[in-house]
């Protein structure tokens, strides 16, 4: 099948499809099928020819996402195809053309010839079907009715057939399904419900077990109201009318239209489609319909049909890409909610005014400049959320009478606004550039968010009503706050440069939460811990150095947090009075003592401690007094010696984290019953407890520690960290209990390396040259129920030794995308890098498509998913430090999602990735808008995601996307550390904290668990991962030539598909393309392996760095590859491989013949110049051939320089060459690449000469 599929491409190419302008190739699957026919077309080649070529009726695109769309007459499938690769971030025609002809990308993508199982929408929306009927509550027999089971009704008509009448209604809300026994049918059920009981009979069980699975789904549901949303619908159903009266009906996620716009289409079908029913323009069927939502369905035009449905309350538009509102809406006389956000509207009609009973307007997402004046004419309007827009100002005496929420938050507002109606209670202006906002005279105003903002005064006078105040990261130094202020239950003032919080902040008694960390305070109000209702204090990272002393007698606090200060002593009173205290964090201080404990119960609720970095060894005893303990964290506390009484104590304990002590010994912990995680790294133990209960332990790192041995029970648990052992050889503990479902870390371990143990275990910590070291660090959040990131450490490439690439991902709340990425990562990269060398780019445009392998290596893993990406994603940051023949290296840095790279050069921290976060990203969030997306209160896009791109989650297209970000520098001697960590990592760690821990901790695996335990300690409870790369690279020149495609050393942030070059439509022969996939998908079975460089096409690596040639065979200018090309011989590191018999003698890389070609790699990649000789048995082969040949090598290179514009004997360039060669020997490392360039063209010389005597 195979050998004919090519036969038929080729002939193909021939009649000029593989040289159109925009050719390309499409699969089109049988249904329910793997089988698929490649269909050759252009970009202007329509659905109707596409299908008579596969002799079907009907094509069908299905999507990720799930959604299926029929493919018109008039769509043109591989402009559709290429369209949705784009969307996807691939940019290069070339790789277009070649991802729409693979096989896997059917998960994304597909297009099917026909209807698969379980597409119909009678399975979707209704069941229809001729069976047998008894109505149980009257004395009647069976008879054959047609039936219609649609949303939460039965219809059943009075004859076999859909042409009889309606004969009775059978609501199924609140009813009974169950198998019904009868004499004379063996398949049978009942439905008994509040008004009717009825019995069917159906001729097969698969036919009953689908109308019980159905009926039992909509039992519960309301009657006049269905959901119908995702299911494909470009129209409805006819019997979808049989309830007229339907009241509430979701159309979200589908592909409706208008039979108008349809007509416009089909001019030759306008009758029939006029008297057809199901379009949108027969909603106005339903005479009681209060409720509709039609967001997602790819709406350019806003359906005027819809504003013939007077009865319409709510009307849901959003992520659509409506342009326009039409002045006809003012015939929704009833309508109270209008969604219209996620569309690209600018402007109101003055018509909207006409609404007199909307209540709720969302215009959020769309390109409004600023608030539509209309708005003031709406008598009713309560809510209006404009946010995401570019709203730069709010209109001067903007008054709304019945304003309660305006939501104004991610505009482009500089100032705030007095003149607004004084009866609005929610205010939301949050990532704004607000310096002063005066909010005097809303005096009813009860939550007002202010955060990401540039104000320096928060002045809250007469609002007696407010009851939460956020005003996070701003520059405030001035907090003003009245003590009328009764009902104010929630403060939020982190991240500002407070220096101190007035004391009447006491006097609110109502207040609940108070947040006032990262601020610089030294001082806390005196009656604070006095407060009656004080539930949670965060007062973390100032300069605290003492607390209040006095506490109150019924003191509410739960919560207490204050790491990262200077504290000395906590009040005497705290763990005494404090009995509902659960979570206290007193991490980074310079505690010696806790407070004692009453004899009693009391005060002994405390269920999270987290006290590392303090010196609290002498406090062991009192920790032991509660009981309730859950979390334990001690690190680097100087403790000596931990009580066996400890433990016995605390047999709750579920996280103990006892790293950076100085402990010889430990007693057995898992007497705790439910414990987990015990971190006991950096400590001086040499051997660890016999653990007699692992039953509930997942994770133990015991690493860097002098440990000799291992319990064999240890080696079973789902992570180990025994690395920085030096101690522990090998075969201690029996390396044959190792399996690959867990993950070890053995870096540093004597006597083991890679070929002894399960691909999952690291060993490596140090590149073979030493130029860069590397540590890292997990851990299993106290929320998480599995560790969802991995590392990938490569320190030296295959094919590429001076080369490194470092990768993390983070799955979030599953693993599954994770596992596969990790697992396909290594060998995508080094295909995609490989392929990316062998293209051929001018100096015009090397910039433009630099880094480009980068990019595909994302969008490929993407692809590679398959059926994991359907359901789960991963965000994923990958750093390759890139050799230059120069001897300067690149750092290439790509991301997607929310994971963090910095490089920190002389004590400053650069960020390396961009973050995929719309609400802290505008020129992100502009993006997503285009994408029909928004976000949620909560910063989530479209309700459901934390960032906007993803590997992975098709579900969440397309306002997920795995398109990277990419950066590129140039590394020089004062580069330190590269840092990569999740993004819980740097939630809760500035750059400054990293780099005062790097300082203090050199040594990289050491610094990585140092950084981790302080980003727990400091809070994080979820999933943390960090990777820290030192480098050491040395006194090296510096080049910033770009001529020569060397990267900046600034850091050059780009994105990937933005544009596509038109001149590179033209594909030069498809075939190569089908042929390069088929002979991938054929090697798939090994997914996991390093893909090996041939020979032919690949030179020995230099000593000096420089980057050997990618693998694959060599293409010229007419396409061909050189293992075609008749009569060479290839050079490889000096050395000449006859392939047959050749007429001609090539220097490595070989071009087509009496050719001299620029080498395809950037020229950062080359090594040497091409050179093409004429061989001995060619005879009239003359010198000069040859001298001219090496004079253009050497001119381009620009070595040896020709002094005689004559050929001369070779024995006379012999000598110069020899003579220069003496030079360069004599000089530094820069000049050696010179020099066995030279030695290269000698050697040639001689053989040559050889030949000629022979």
């Not at 009758?271 to 029913?277: F, P, V």
Request: net charge neutral.
């Amino acid at each position: 099948m195979r050998t004919r599929l090519r036969r038929a491409t080729r002939r193909a190419c021939r009649h000029g499809w593989g040289r159109t302008l925009g050719g390309g190739v499409i699969r089109v699957y049988q249904p329910d099928s793997s089988y698929s026919d490649v269909v050759r077309c252009t970009l202007d080649t329509e659905g109707d020819e596409v299908m008579g070529r596969c002799l079907v009726a009907e094509l069908y695109i299905h999507y990720g996402t799930g959604l299926v769309r029929q493919v018109h007459v008039w769509d043109k499938p591989l402009a559709m195809q290429n369209e949705f690769l784009k969307s996807l971030g691939f940019s290069n025609m070339r790789r277009i053309q070649k991802e729409g002809m693979r096989k896997d990308l059917a998960p994304l993508f597909k297009f099917v010839a026909g209807k698969e199982y379980g597409q119909n929408v009678q399975d979707t929306i209704q069941l229809t079907c001729t069976i047998n009927i008894k109505e149980l509550d009257t004395l009647s027999y069976w008879s054959k009715r047609f039936s219609v089971l649609c949303g939460a009704r039965l219809f059943v008509f009075s004859t076999s057939k859909s042409s009889g009448k309606l004969s009775y209604v059978v609501d199924l809300s609140g009813s009974t399904i169950a198998e019904y026994s009868s004499k004379k049918y063996l398949f049978c059920l009942k439905i008994m419900s509040p008004r009717k009981q009825i019995a069917l009979a159906f001729d097969t069980r698969f036919n009953m077990s689908r109308w019980i699975e159905r009926a039992s789904q909509v039992v519960s549901s309301h009657p006049l109201e269905i959901n119908v949303s995702g299911c494909s619908l470009q129209k409805l159903p006819k019997y979808f009318f049989l309830n007229a009266h339907m009241t509430a009906i979701n159309l979200s996620h589908n592909f409706m239209v208008e039979a108008i716009e349809e007509a416009k289409r089909e001019s030759d079908s306008r009758e029939l489609i006029e008297q057809d029913i199901g379009w949108i323009d027969d909603l106005s069927l339903f005479h009681n319909l209060a409720s509709l939502s039609l967001s997602n369905n790819d709406f350019y035009q806003f359906p005027v049909s819809l504003c013939r449905i007077s009865t319409l309350e709510e009307l849901d538009l959003s992520c659509n890409s409506i342009e326009v509102v039409p002045q006809e809406i003012q015939y929704l006389s009833k309508l109270t909610t209008l969604l219209l956000h996620a569309n690209k509207l600018n402007s109101l009609p003055i018509s909207i005014a006409e609404l007199k009973s909307l209540q709720t307007l969302v215009i959020a997402f769309n390109h409004f400049g600023e608030l539509p004046v209309v708005l003031q004419d709406l008598p009713s309007l309560a809510i209006v959320v404009a946010s995401g827009n570019v709203i730069s100002s709010v209109p001067k005496d903007f008054d709304i009478k019945k304003l309660q929420l305006l939501d104004l938050r991610l505009n482009k507002l500089t100032a705030g606004f007095s003149q607004v109606n004084n009866q609005i209670s929610k205010l939301n202006v949050r990532g704004n550039s607000i310096t002063e906002l005066d909010v005097k005279n809303l005096e009813n105003l009860q939550y007002l968010n202010c955060a990401d903002n540039g104000l320096s005064l928060v002045a809250l006078g007469n609002h007696p009503h407010m009851q939460i105040l956020v005003a996070r990261n701003n520059s405030i130094v001035q907090l003003e706050i009245s003590s009328l202020c009764k009902q104010l239950t929630s403060i939020d003032l982190s991240q500002n440069d407070l220096a101190n919080i007035p004391d009447t902040l006491c006097d609110l008694t109502a207040l609940e939460k108070l947040n006032v960390s990262g601020n610089r305070l030294n001082r806390l109000p005196i009656m604070i811990f006095l407060m009656p209702q004080l539930k949670i204090l965060k007062a973390a990272c100032n300069d605290l150095e003492t607390l209040p002393t006095r506490v109150g007698e019924k003191c509410a606090l739960e919560q207490v947090d204050i790491h990262g200060n200077h504290v000395c002593s906590l009040p005497a009173q705290l763990l005494f009075r404090a009995t509902r205290l659960q979570i206290l964090n007193v991490s980074s201080n310079k505690l010696t003592s806790l407070p004692i404990l009453s004899p009693n119960d009391e005060g002994r609720s405390l269920v999270e401690l987290y006290a590392s970095d303090n010196q609290l060894e002498p406090a062991l005893n009192i920790i032991a007094g509660f009981s309730k303990l859950k979390v334990l964290h001690l690190a680097y506390n100087g403790i000596t010696n931990i009580p066996g009484s400890l433990f016995q104590s605390l047999r709750d304990l579920e996280y103990v984290n006892l790293s950076g002590n100085q402990l010889d010994t430990l007693p057995d912990p898992t007497i705790c019953r439910s414990l987990k995680c015990l971190l006991i790294h950096s400590n001086r133990l040499t051997a660890l407890p016999m653990f007699s209960n692992t039953e509930t332990m997942r994770a133990l790192d015991a690493s860097c520690n002098l440990l000799t041995e291992v319990p064999k029970q240890t080696l079973k648990l789902v992570h180990l960290d025994l690395s920085a052992n030096p101690s522990l050889m090998s075969n201690s503990g029996g390396i044959m209990y190792l399996n690959n479902r867990t993950s070890y870390c053995f870096e540093g371990i004597d006597g083991l390396d890679k070929p002894t143990v399960p691909q999952n275990v690291d060993v490596t910590v140090a590149a073979p040259h030493g130029k860069w070291t590397v540590g890292s660090a997990e851990f299993i959040g106290i929320t998480s129920i599995e560790l969802c990131t991995a590392q990938v450490k490569v320190m030296s490439l295959p094919g590429y030794p001076e080369e490194a690439m470092f990768a993390l991902m983070d799955g979030g709340v599953s693993s599954n995308a994770v596992k596969e990425i990790k697992m396909k990562l290594l060998a995508t990269f080094l295909e995609e890098l490989k392929n990316d060398l062998a293209v051929k780019v001018d100096s015009s445009s090397r910039m433009k498509h630099y880094l480009q392998y980068l990019s595909h290596t994302f969008l490929s893993l993407h692809r590679v998913l398959g059926d994991v990406g359907k359901k789960y994603g991963s965000s994923l940051v990958l750093c390759h430090i890139q050799a230059q023949q120069n001897g300067l290296y690149n750092l290439n840095v790509a991301n997607t999602g929310l994971g963090e790279a910095v490089l920190f050069r002389k004590g400053k921290g650069i960020p390396l990735t961009t973050p995929h976060q719309p609400a802290m990203n505008m020129d992100e969030r502009r993006k997503l808008v285009g994408r029909k997306g928004f976000l949620s209160q909560d910063d989530r896009v479209n309700s459901c995601c934390a960032t906007s791109r993803l590997l992975g989650c098709y579900h969440l297209a397309p306002q997920v996307i795995p398109a990277p970000s990419f950066s590129s520098l140039e590394l020089v001697s004062a580069d330190d550390y590269i840092v990569i960590g999740s993004d819980s990592f740097w939630k809760h760690l500035t750059h400054e904290q990293v780099l005062d821990e790097l300082g203090k901790y050199p040594v990289p695996n050491e610094a990585a668990k140092r950084l981790r335990d302080v980003a727990v300690s400091y809070g994080c409870r979820g999933n943390v991962s960090i990777l820290i790369v030192k480098l050491a690279l040395g006194n090296r020149r510096q080049s910033t030539n770009l001529a020569a495609g060397v990267v900046p050393s600034s850091p050059k942030i780009a994105e990937v598909g933005e544009e596509v070059d038109e001149d590179e439509l033209e594909i030069t022969n498809i075939d190569d393309l089908l042929s390069d996939i088929e002979e991938e998908e054929e090697g798939v079975a090994n997914t996991t392996a390093v893909p090996k460089p041939k020979k032919q096409s690949r030179r020995r690596p230099q000593s000096g760095g420089g980057r050997p040639h990618s693998g694959g065979p060599m293409r010229g200018s007419h396409g061909h590859s050189s293992s075609e090309s008749s009569g060479e011989d290839v050079a490889v590191g000096g050395r000449l491989h006859t392939s047959g018999q050749h007429s001609e003698a090539s220097i490595a890389p070989a071009y087509s013949e009496g050719e001299l070609l620029a080498s395809p790699t950037p020229p950062q990649a080359r090594d040497y110049p091409a050179v093409t000789l004429p061989r001995n048995n060619k005879p009239n082969a003359p010198r000069n051939q040859v001298y001219e040949a090496l004079k253009t090598s050497f001119e381009q290179t620009q070595s040896v320089p020709f002094l005689a514009s004559t050929p001369e004997p070779i024995d006379t360039h012999l000598v110069q060459l020899n003579s220069r060669l003496s030079e360069l020997n004599e000089e530094m490392n820069p000049s050696r690449k010179e020099a066995n360039r030279l030695s290269y063209v000698k050697r040639s010389y001689q053989q040559f000469d050889n030949e000629e005597d022979n």
